[in-house]
Structures are given as structure tokens and as C-alpha cells.
């Protein structure tokens, strides 16, 4: 059943033998020629491995990734109506598999914790044999099982990560990210944040305090600068750690009128409510209205904020309500199948599922250079974002961003936030060299 | 000084067989895959570690995933400043998580019982809260510590080691890789070698001192005894264990997160001991491989696969059938964990080890004289 | 000064928290001497009482119309609630309180789990050892907070605070400051006061009846109350479901301020844990000490100020005072000789 296998190195010196001579026989499978490469599925099936969160804080993000993942690979498979395969251009992708042959999966549980991601995204790879690994909430899952695919060369998909450092400093040759990030946030969201509420503001953060947090704080401070906002305090507050009030009452009295939340999921879903509790937005303050902003915020974490969303202004990567086809073509895909409009975490693991397939095909190959290749600089449309492109000098998908704000009159209870703009790709586009990192190599390293 | 007693070293030996023939039977269970069988290997040393000072002792420490994550740190920094060999990384990650035990345990053996659980978990959620935020220039926070290939790596410039490769160095053993099965190999090997230490240990004079501090340390204490250097020694040795199963994690996958030292983390490992039987040779390391096995094959157990195995049924049955599987897989794993920790403690009292000797002094009496009373069977 | 006195109310307010959280743990653990793993859950099952019954009171009637197609192409569906229709404004002064009133549900419901699950199980574990005391109730949790999972989802649930309720209160004007200077939530400040009066109920409990003082001489001698033919058990049993009530209350008050998931109980396990210890194993008072200490230091802790001096000081406050106390005072503030020491 096991089929062992070494590095050809260890048994050259032969100083592991000894050991591995206890173990059991051996059948050793290496050869040099360039096309040998890691779960190769030329004989065997094709296998995407779906790692996500399906316990712990995140759970229901992950979960939601999860059927949109599924939902993907029956697409691929040509069950259901196609989905976005039908609006995808250009498109490589026939509806009859993955160079015709059906696509299998796998999945795993991440548990929101590093570790645990790595172990799933090992287990998919060395005993399932998967050809390609996706799925994250977080952005430390996403650039643990990036790093992780790096070493093992097997290509990674990265689900929803909005940190800078994922396409920046901890950008790997073998990691994809299609989600928009927190530099990206805070340009799109400034000009709105300019025309709702004015150039002079005093602005107070409150901020996670880890590197996502470091990064969104650090992104928006600069976009808001640059608008001429003032910004009063930066205050880093612990992660999770659900009751705010002694981070909020000093903002009342601090000659702020804006309060930018740089926090994500249950730290924003309790700091938010408690904020509006405080009374800031009954507040007056410098003789305009107090205002809260968070910067980055989803579907899900409006929906566990309640009320408090109201009017709140966020960016996302994207909103079932938009009315492009793409976008018209996956919400009735996923409403037909799960009964429920799908979230942003949905959206993004099932593009990039859909995105790995379609470059496979147009590679014509699974070796994973040449996979990589086709996805670098692509261009494409139709995936509910506008015209995309993948950058290749980092792996980041260029595409609108969405401005968005709590709906103050739901029509249902999936109706919780109305897009009120978007800001162009050429204006969220960015110099990949400001954030440093580097690919590494295309090829792939034996697993 | 290596001998053991003849049961002993039976024990050894067929520990020895079934740890290195774990590519073998784990095969069938879905488990034999060289990422989770180190796991298998670090976490039983992780707990054999934490058995010498709670199963010996009574002392429980519940923040032992503090050492796990300084010795993770310590190998990785090792790997980033001096070499990419694993063995000055293993020796400074034990010695490091040493002191930082010593440290840790100079303060909290102040204080027995309940207090001194909430000292070591507050030692360690300070660490943990620490390296995931203000200490992030040496802990790198959320994302975890990476290697990068430009890192100094000192030792290996100086003897020109410094390997010419495209993408990332990876740790080797005197230029072996130990990626795969030769990192499992080296991760059982090294478990083994623990499970002789504490065999040692547990025979040895200073473990029968432990034994004694266990049962009354206020009589040890009156016949003159001077309890602390031996509970300080057990807790140094145990938190070494720990730094040397974190160095093992950071060896066989270069990358050290702060979860590693969260509270949950060291749960685990009392959770992973208890289950298995606290004070027994064998019972930490089987309550770490079932937690292990649970959090890594039943959490990837999907709708789809149980529709495929169950597709010989009936259509209404099958789909009835999966559903409530379902509910105990994938997501649900943790619901299946949670049932097995009340129904082990319910039905087996002192955990698995305790369970299985018990049985087998029963189905003994049965063939044997029915007066017999077992020696393993404790007195309640 | 203002903003002094603002964190001093946080403080008071965490702390009121916390007290009562460690209230019930305290009962249970320092008294029974049964470590309790599952009294986050407990917690957690409190806030889903409040879940619940505002999901039963807000149950609508679905009518679904034909014409309107939603984006996915199912029919768009009308819903009525039945609680308005049925009762008019009194339904709707239902729904809009709906968490102080889910205390009447939460009271009956925790004092069954409760006693459910001593009598089911944990009665045997009197006198196993702390290791399996600890495996069997943590195995409880996660079993408790899955089933919750399965039903309610993984994603926070939040639960509004009644109209008249909401907003901030004008503290500092009736102290004679300026007005906005000193603003406080009027929910928070209930929130106090209710954990005033729950804590100050208890004390009352053990301290004024025959009941209280049975339990009490069983908790400093339970040997002793056993041979005098008092079935110290029985009133164990009622300890046990007095600690789910308190803790099951305390989260229903707390729904408005922290959205309730099922991960909920493990978040405040640790917490609950540290106060209880920190206050002495076996003194209530010591556990409400202690959870106002700590909740004050918290909030002071976290003043800019403060973080300034020492960074990161508000990560690790808790614990640190925790250390300094137990170094300080070998069995926390008010803790009793021989209790879960060995």
C-alpha cells in the first residue's frame, strides 16, 4: 500500500541507512529528468486538497469556502450549470474535467491555527497525493501552507488572506493569492472615505494587534494622511479578546471625529457593537458627526455585528448583490445549491479553484513551472471582479475593489451591505517592489 | 548506568519494534504518511516529557506548550544564524527551553496543587500573548518564523556549508535532508531514546523520590527531605523534553507559530497523558497518537467519501446513514474527541493503560485460579 | 481625571463580569472540589438561552411569493413574525426585551443541565482523582459546545439591547460635570448592577438559610455533616445546579455586549479559572475580590499611558498580577489551608 521514498542524497552518504534499514523495503522512484514532479497525476487521479478552517473562531467562513470549493469541482467536472465557467474569459476549460479527466478532492480541517493548516496541507500532500492545495480565513494559514507548497512544490491557492505580506515580504513562487489586501483597502476606500466625510478629520485606530492588524493600520493611516485626515492615536489592542471598553472610552475625549476599527472577524464583530454602545455615533465631535470605519469587513462579520453595521463604511472583494454576469452566474449556482447567497470567502476559494483548473488546461500540463507560467500575467474577465489580472511579479490579482456600507433598510436577511462604489484597478495598482519578499524558483523540489 | 530491569527491557523493545514499524500497521488506518507519523513521534515525546514530572510527581503543569514553543524558536533561529545542521539546533533548543524552565519552575514549585497549575499557565499565556504580538521582531507573530535564504547562517559560511541552492536550505543531518520518512526516522529514533530516558528515570532512585513527594510531601519534607531540588530537576527534564519535541516540529517543518505555545497546546498534552494513563510508561504516548489520529484522519473524513463507502446501501438508508455519520466527522470531529475523552474516563478509570490492564487481569482470573487478584489492580 | 473614572468604570464592569463568572466555578471547584472544565460551557449555554428564546419569539410565518424570483432563482419569501400577530404591541415589547426576559427561560433550563449533568456524572467523580476529573469535564464542553455548533452555526449570533436601553448615559452631568464628558452605556451599567445583585443573592443564600449554612459546614467539613445523618449530597446536587444558573445568567446579561458563539465557553475558561485561583481556592468573597481586581487592573492596564511605560503590558496583565499574587500570598487573597493544594 505505502510506497516509500527518500532523497536520493540521504542514501548516497548512506548515514540514514542504518535506521531506514529497520524500517521496511524500499522502492525507490527517483529519476532526474526535468517533468518528475511532486503527486504528478499523469497515472493517478487528480486531486485538489480544500483546507480550511471548519472549527474554531472561523468555522463559518471556512465552511462557506468549503461548498463554494466543492461547488467548483462539480463545475469543473460539468455537473450543474457551469457556474462561472460560463462567463469566465478567455476560458480553456471544457466542463469535462481537467484535461479530460474528472477532478477528485480532499479535505481538511485547519483549525484557524498554523500548525494545523500545515498538517492538513501535509496530510493532502503526501497521502493524498493532491496536485494542488487551497483554501485559508487567516492570513497565517495562508502563509503557512504557502511556504509549505513552496518546499514541497506542490502549487497553493491561497482562500481568503488580506495581509500585505502575503504577496509581499512571504510571497512564494509556488502561492497565488486572487483576495485583495490591506494596501489595497486603504486605497480604495480614502476617496470615499474623502467624499463622505470631508478632507479634515482627526482620526483614532484602534488595531489588532499582530501583523495583520500592523499592516491594515499601517495602509490606511497613509491613504487617509494623504487626504489630508490628521491621525490622532494608534492604539493596538490584544487579539480576541472580546470586551473593548477600556480601549473605547478614551476615545471619546481625545478630539477624534473618526474611529477606524482595524480589527477582523470576532474582534471587529465585538468592537464594533461596543463602540455604538459607547454612544460614538450619537457623538458630535470638532462640530461634525462622530463616524466609525472598518476598513476590511465581509458579509459574515456584518451579519454577526447586527445593528451596529449600519451605515458603516468597509471594503470588500466582492458582493453577491453586483450585477455583472459572473457574479449573477455564482450566486444562482450557490443559491440553488446551499439555499443562501454566497459570502466573499465563498467567492474567492471558488475563483481560484476555477483559475488553477483553467490554467492547467491552458498549460496543458500539471507540471507545476508551467502551470505557474500560465498563470502569471493572466489576464482574464468574468469572474463577478471585472478584468483581472494576475501580476506575476507577486502573484497579487489586480482588479476593482469594492467600496461598501452597512444597509440601513435590509430587504432579507442576506441583504446586509450595499455596494456604494468601486475604485478602479489602475488606481488599487501598486509597485510589487514596496513590500520586498521574493519568489524563489520555479522548480519544483521533489516531495 | 544502561542497564534495565528484564521487563524493561522487554518493554523497550517492543516499543522500539512498534514505533519504527509505524509505516507498516499505520498503513491500513489511513495515518502512514510521513507528516503525521513525526507527529506521532514529537507529540509521544512531548508527552513522555510532561509524564515525567505529572505522572511522577502529581505536580500538573499546565503550561508545558511554553517549552514546546521556545524550543520551535530556538531551532529556528539556530537554523537561521549558525547552520542548517539539526544538531547544534537540537542542543540549543533543549538547552534554552532548560533554562527557561528552570526559570518558570523556580517560581511556580512555590507553590503546590491548583496554585502552582495557574502560575505555569500564566507563564505561559504571557509567552504566547507576547510572541504573538510586541515580541514580533523575534517571533515574526501571526505568520510564524520563517527561513529566508538570505539569512547569515554564520557557522555554515565559515566552513563554507553554505548550500548553493534556488530556493529555501533545508535542515539536514551531516548533510543528509531530513525531509519525509528520514525526518520520521529521526523523530522515532530520538522517541525511542526518551522512552529509554524515562524508563531510567522511573526505575531510578531519584524517581522514587518523586514517587514519594507524590504521595505525601509533607512526610518527606519532615524526615528531612529537601523536596525542591528533585521537583525542580523533574520539571527542568520535562521542560527539555518539551524544547526538544518543539525543536523536532521546527526540524521536520521550519516554521515556529506562537500558537504553538497557547493554552490550548498545553491542554493537549495533559488531555494526551491523561488519556492514556498518568504514571504509566506507555499510556502518554498512546493518548497522544489517538489525539493526533483524531485531529488529523477523522477531520478529513467528508460527506463525499462516507457517501462512497456507504454507496453499497440501500439510496434512503445510505443518505440517512451519512448524515448522521457526518455529524461525528470532518467538522464534527472534535463532537467524536470529546464523546471518547467522557466514555475512556466513564468506562476505563486511569485512562487507556489502566483500562487495558485491568482487562487483562480480568480475562486472567477467569482462565486462571478465580482467587488471584491481579498486582495491577489498584487499590480504590 | 474623566478618563480615570471611565476606566475605573470598565473596570468595575469587567470585573463584575468576571466575579460572576468565577462565582459559580468557586462553588463548584473550591467547594465540591470537582475541577470543572465545562463551566465555560455553561456560560456559553446561558448566552444560547438568550439565543434561543429570541429565536422562538421572532418564529415567523413564511408565505412565499411567486412573482419575485431571489438572485438565485428561488421564490422571494415573506415572513410575518407569529409573536406580533398574536399579541400585538406586548409581542413586540417581547421581542425588543427579549434578553432580560430570556433570564426566566435561562433560570429553569440551566438548573436542569445542572443538575442533569451532576447527577449524570459528575457525582462519580468525587472521588476520582483531578486528572479525570479534568478529562471527563473537558470531554463535556467540547461535546456541549458541538452540539450547539450543529445547531446554531459557527458564526456569532448578536443579540440587541432594548430600544429604551440603548445609547450612552450622562454620568458626569449628575455628578455636576460638563455634559459628554463622562458618558457610560446604559447596558454596562445594568450589567453591573446585576451582578451586584446576583452575587450579593448568593451571599445571601449560603449566609441567611438553613439550606446555605448546611452547604457551608459541608464545604469546611463534609465528613462531619455526613455523620450527623444530613445528606450532604443531595444539597451538592443543588450547589451544582445554583453554579449553572449563575453562570448560565451571566451570560444571558452578557449576549448584548459579546455576540454568543459555541466557542464562546473556551475563551472564558482560562479566565475564569485564573480568577478563581487568584481569589483562594474555597472563598467565595476571595473570587469576587479577585475578579474586581483583576478587571481593574485590566482596564487600567490598557490606558495609552500606561502601555507606553511598559509595552504590551495589557496583553499580559492578567496574568501577571496573577503571578505577583499567587508569589505574594501562597493561596491567593482569601484562600483556606488545604484546599486543591496537593
Not at chain 1, 102 to 117: F, H, M, R
Not at chain 3, 115 to 141: C, D, N, P, W
Amino acid at each position: 500500500m505505502a510506497t516509500f521514498r527518500t532523497n536520493r542524497r540521504t542514501l548516497l552518504k548512506g548515514a540514514g541507512a542504518g535506521i531506514v534499514a529497520l524500517g521496511a523495503p524500499h522502492i525507490f522512484t527517483k529519476g532526474a529528468w526535468a517533468q518528475n514532479f511532486c503527486n504528478d497525476p499523469t497515472n493517478g487521479k487528480i486531486v485538489f486538497g480544500f483546507n480550511v478552517p471548519q472549527t474554531g473562531s472561523y468555522a463559518e467562513e471556512g465552511l462557506e469556502q468549503l461548498k463554494a470549493y466543492e461547488l467548483a469541482v462539480k463545475h469543473i467536472n460539468g455537473e450543474g450549470d457551469g457556474g462561472m465557467l460560463n462567463t469566465l474569459k478567455p476560458i480553456a476549460l471544457k466542463g469535462n474535467g481537467v484535461l479530460g479527466r474528472k477532478v477528485e478532492y480532499v479535505t481538511g480541517d485547519t483549525q484557524t491555527n498554523t500548525d494545523a493548516a500545515r498538517d492538513g496541507a501535509r496530510r493532502m500532500i503526501e497521502r493524498d497525493k493532491a496536485i494542488m492545495v487551497t483554501g485559508s480565513v487567516t492570513s497565517g494559514e495562508a502563509i503557512a501552507q504557502q511556504s509549505l507548497c513552496q518546499e514541497m512544490g506542490v502549487i497553493y491557492m491561497s482562500g481568503l488572506t488580506h495581509s500585505n505580506d502575503t504577496t509581499g515580504k512571504d510571497k512564494r513562487r509556488y502561492g497565488f493569492r486572487h483576495f485583495f489586501n490591506a494596501y489595497q483597502s486603504g486605497v480604495a476606500i480614502a476617496p470615499f472615505l474623502a467624499k463622505e466625510y470631508g478632507t479634515d478629520r482627526r482620526a483614532y485606530h484602534l488595531t489588532a494587534d499582530y501583523t495583520w492588524g500592523w499592516t491594515q493600520e499601517e495602509s490606511i493611516k497613509n491613504a487617509t494622511e494623504a487626504l489630508g485626515w490628521e491621525t490622532v492615536a494608534t492604539v493596538r489592542t490584544p487579539l480576541g479578546l472580546g470586551d473593548y471598553s477600556q480601549y473605547l472610552t478614551p476615545v471619546l475625549n481625545s478630539g477624534a471625529d473618526v474611529l477606524i476599527l482595524n480589527h477582523y472577524g470576532h474582534d471587529m464583530v465585538n468592537s464594533l457593537p461596543q463602540a455604538v454602545q459607547f454612544g460614538l455615533r450619537d457623538r458630535q465631535a470638532n462640530g461634525k458627526n462622530f463616524e466609525i470605519v472598518v476598513p476590511m469587513f465581509s458579509e459574515l462579520m456584518a451579519v454577526g455585528a447586527g445593528e451596529a453595521v449600519k451605515g458603516i463604511i468597509g471594503t470588500s472583494n466582492w458582493q453577491w448583490s453586483l450585477d455583472d454576469e459572473g457574479t449573477k452566474a455564482f450566486t444562482k449556482a450557490y443559491g440553488e445549491a446551499y439555499g443562501a447567497p454566497p459570502s466573499q470567502s465563498a467567492h474567492t476559494g471558488y475563483v481560484q479553484a476555477i483559475l488553477y483548473a483553467d490554467a492547467v488546461e491552458r498549460a496543458g500540463t500539471f507540471y507545476p513551472p508551467e502551470v505557474i507560467k500560465a498563470l502569471e500575467g493572466f489576464e482574464f474577465d468574468g469572474m463577478g471582479n471585472g478584468p483581472t489580472v494576475y501580476r506575476d511579479s507577486d502573484h497579487q490579482c489586480f482588479k476593482e475593489v469594492l467600496v461598501v456600507r452597512g444597509n440601513e433598510n435590509p430587504s432579507s436577511r442576506f441583504d446586509v451591505l450595499n455596494v456604494i462604489g468601486k475604485t478602479t484597478r489602475e488606481d488599487v495598482t501598486y509597485d510589487a517592489s514596496i513590500f520586498g519578499g521574493e519568489l524563489g524558483p520555479y522548480e519544483p523540489n521533489e516531495c | 548506568m544502561f542497564s534495565l530491569s528484564r521487563k524493561d527491557l522487554v518493554a523497550l523493545a517492543v516499543f522500539s519494534v512498534v514505533v519504527l514499524t509505524m509505516p507498516i500497521w499505520l498503513a491500513p488506518l489511513g495515518a502512514s504518511y510521513p507528516g503525521l507519523m513525526q507527529k506521532f513521534a514529537i507529540y509521544a515525546i512531548f508527552a513522555i516529557g510532561f509524564n515525567i514530572l505529572f505522572g511522577l510527581t502529581g505536580y500538573l503543569s499546565f503550561g508545558h506548550a511554553a517549552f514546546l514553543g521556545v524550543g520551535s524558536y530556538t531551532t529556528v533561529w539556530a537554523f537561521k544564524l549558525l547552520s542548517m545542521d539539526v544538531l547544534p539546533a537540537m542542543v540549543f533548543a533543549v538547552i534554552v527551553s532548560g533554562v527557561f524552565a528552570l526559570v518558570i519552575g523556580y517560581f511556580s514549585l512555590r507553590r503546590t496543587g491548583i496554585y502552582f497549575s495557574i502560575l505555569t499557565l500564566a507563564f505561559a499565556q504571557m509567552s504566547y500573548s507576547l510572541a504573538y504580538s510586541v515580541l514580533t521582531p523575534i517571533t515574526n507573530g501571526e505568520t510564524g518564523l520563517l527561513l529566508a535564504r538570505n539569512d547569515p547562517r554564520y557557522l555554515d559560511a565559515i566552513f563554507g556549508a553554505q548550500a548553493d541552492v534556488a530556493g529555501l536550505p533545508q535542515p539536514t543531518l551531516i548533510g543528509n535532508s531530513v525531509s519525509g520518512y528520514t525526518g520520521f526516522y529521526l523523530c522515532a529514533v530520538i522517541l525511542i531514546l526518551a522512552f529509554y530516558l524515562s524508563q531510567k528515570i522511573f526505575a531510578s532512585p531519584f524517581g522514587m523520590a518523586l514517587r514519594g513527594i507524590k504521595s505525601n510531601q509533607t512526610r518527606m519534607n519532615y524526615t528531612g527531605f529537601n523536596t525542591r531540588p528533585y521537583t525542580l530537576a523533574a520539571f527542568v527534564i520535562s521542560g527539555m523534553f518539551a524544547g526538544l519535541a518543539g525543536a523536532l516540529l521546527s526540524i521536520t517543518d521550519p516554521l515556529a507559530g506562537a500558537e504553538r505555545m497557547k493554552w490550548t497546546e498545553s491542554g493537549n498534552v495533559v488531555l494526551m497523558t491523561i488519556l492514556g494513563g498518568v504514571g504509566t510508561l506507555f499510556g502518554p504516548v498512546i493518548g497522544a497518537w489517538l489525539i493526533k489520529y483524531f485531529e488529523n484522519i477523522f477531520s478529513a473524513i467528508n460527506t463525499n467519501m462516507l457517501n462512497n463507502a456507504f454507496s453499497f446501501l440501500p439510496d434512503g438508508v445510505q443518505g440517512f446513514v451519512v448524515t448522521v455519520l457526518s455529524k461525528f466527522v470532518g467538522e464534527g470531529w472534535q463532537l467524536t474527541l470529546g464523546l471518547m475523552f467522557v466514555l475512556i474516563v466513564v468506562f476505563l478509570p486511569g485512562g487507556l493503560v489502566e483500562g487495558f490492564h485491568r482487562f487483562m487481569a480480568r480475562l486472567r482470573r477467569r482462565k486462571e485460579a478465580p482467587e488471584r487478584v491481579s498486582s495491577t489492580q489498584p487499590a480504590e | 481625571m474623566n478618563v480615570f473614572l471611565a476606566q475605573l468604570l470598565n473596570g468595575l464592569d469587567k470585573g463584575g463580569a468576571y466575579a460572576l463568572i468565577a462565582l459559580g466555578l468557586t462553588l463548584v471547584f473550591g467547594t465540591l472540589g470537582v475541577v470543572n472544565f465545562a463551566h465555560g460551557a455553561l456560560f456559553m449555554l446561558g448566552c444560547f438561552c438568550a439565543v434561543t428564546f429570541r429565536y422562538l419569539i421572532t418564529l415567523e410565518t413564511v408565505t412565499v411569493d411567486p412573482e419575485k424570483l431571489s438572485p438565485w432563482g428561488a421564490p422571494v419569501e415573506i415572513r410575518t413574525p407569529l409573536v406580533q400577530n398574536w399579541f400585538g404591541d406586548f409581542g413586540a415589547i417581547l421581542v425588543d426585551y427579549s434578553v432580560p426576559i430570556s433570564i426566566l427561560l435561562a433560570v429553569p433550563v440551566m438548573l436542569l443541565i445542572g443538575i442533569a449533568m451532576e447527577r449524570g456524572i459528575i457525582k462519580h467523580f468525587y472521588k476520582r482523582s483531578h486528572a479525570e476529573q479534568i478529562l471527563v469535564t473537558f470531554g463535556l464542553a467540547i461535546v456541549l459546545q458541538e452540539i450547539v455548533k450543529s445547531f446554531f452555526g459557527a458564526n456569532p449570533i448578536p443579540q440587541p439591547i432594548p430600544t429604551d436601553l440603548r445609547g450612552a448615559a450622562d454620568i458626569g452631568v449628575w455628578f455636576g460635570m460638563a455634559p459628554h464628558v463622562l458618558t457610560y452605556p446604559w447596558w454596562r451599567l445594568i450589567y453591573l448592577l446585576f451582578s451586584g445583585l446576583v452575587i450579593g443573592g448568593v451571599f445571601a443564600f449560603l449566609q441567611f438559610t438553613t439550606f446555605g449554612m448546611v452547604v457551608r459546614a459541608g464545604m469546611a467539613d463534609r465528613e462531619t455533616v455526613g455523620l450527623m445523618g444530613i445528606d450532604i449530597d443531595r444539597r451538592f446536587t443543588v450547589v451544582f445546579g445554583l453554579a449553572a444558573v449563575v453562570a448560565g445568567v451571566a451570560g444571558v446579561m452578557y449576549t448584548p455586549l459579546l455576540a454568543p458563539n459555541y466557542h464562546l465557553g473556551m475563551d472564558f475558561l482560562v479566565l475564569s479559572f485564573v480568577v478563581v485561583v487568584v481569589g483562594g481556592m474555597g472563598s467565595l468573597s476571595g473570587a469576587v475580590a479577585a475578579g474586581f481586581l483583576l478587571g481593574i487592573l485590566q482596564s487600567f492596564a490598557s490606558m495609552t499611558e500606561v502601555k507606553s511605560l511598559i509595552p504590551g503590558i495589557d496583553q499580559v496583565i492578567i496574568y501577571l498580577v496573577a503571578v505577583i499574587i499567587l508569589l505574594v500570598r501562597p493561596r491567593g487573597l482569601m484562600g483556606r489551608r488545604g484546599i486543591m493544594e496537593s
